[in-house]
């Protein structure tokens, strides 16, 4: 099947520093990528929504100055976290479909941000 | 409201044991269902598609009731290894494809 490959997987940052998340389909062209928060013990969260060529679409309460996401190919998303704080620590994943609605969402590892 | 609810457990059953799992959506123009495992820290991977006419795969069936907008997963002959979150997941047409998850179901198969 189709792969996602995100990185890195695992990141530690000073409070106030900024991180940022690759997410890159390797197979296949991602219009869309979508971008996921998980809380503990909580469902995935949609963030945003990241086409190709133009600005990013955030879900309700989602701060696009904090969270800055970049989709310059069909292949690249970037999610960037400035300036974390620690209620910013949580798992991040991205997501890419294919062209049909139906079709199976292709997910990347997951980073897990801890923000110290 | 949540537009996916499911029952978070934990589900504790026996090695062997059949297990089910429901879920209920809130969007009546969901049109795509799916049921997804995941493992602890880990992304979520597809388990199976969920149709109207219902589906099987080997010990897992999966069931939607578009009606009373309902879904299930059940799981037979459990193994240790099923041990993990299962989430219910569905797609809406007014959502521009993004997947809407519930919160899972936390399933633990003992020896």
């Known amino acids: 099947g189709a792969v996602v490959s995100q990185h890195p997987s695992r990141v530690i940052c000073k409070s106030g520093t900024s991180v940022k998340i690759e997410c890159r389909s390797l197979d296949f062209q991602a219009t869309t990528m979508f971008w996921y928060r998980q809380f503990p013990k909580q469902s995935l969260m949609l963030m945003a929504t990241s086409n190709e060529g133009s600005k990013a679409t955030y879900e309700q309460g989602v701060e696009k100055d904090k969270f800055l996401i970049n989709h310059a190919s069909l292949t690249l998303s970037t999610l960037t976290v400035t300036s974390a704080h620690p209620e910013d620590s949580s798992f991040y994943i991205c997501?890419?479909?294919?062209?049909?609605?139906?079709?199976?969402?292709?997910f990347g590892q997951g980073t897990r941000l801890t923000v110290v | 409201r949540k537009e996916v609810e499911q029952d978070p457990g934990p589900f504790n059953v026996p090695e062997g044991a059949t297990v089910a799992f429901n879920c209920t959506y809130s969007?009546?123009?969901?049109?795509?269902f799916f049921w997804y495992r995941q493992d602890c820290r880990k992304e979520p991977k597809l388990l199976m598609s969920v149709y109207s006419s219902g589906n099987e795969d080997g010990r897992f069936t999966a069931q939607l009731n578009r009606a009373s907008q309902y879904i299930s997963l059940l799981i037979r002959d459990s193994k240790l290894s099923d041990s993990a979150t299962y989430l219910c997941?569905?797609?809406?047409?007014?959502?521009?494809?993004?997947?809407?998850f519930g919160k899972g179901t936390s399933l633990l198969v003992t020896p």
């Open positions: 997941v569905v797609i809406s047409s007014n959502s521009g494809y993004a997947l809407n």
């Open positions: 969007n009546s123009a969901s049109q795509s």
């Open positions: 997501s890419a479909h294919g062209t049909a609605q139906n079709t199976e969402a292709f």
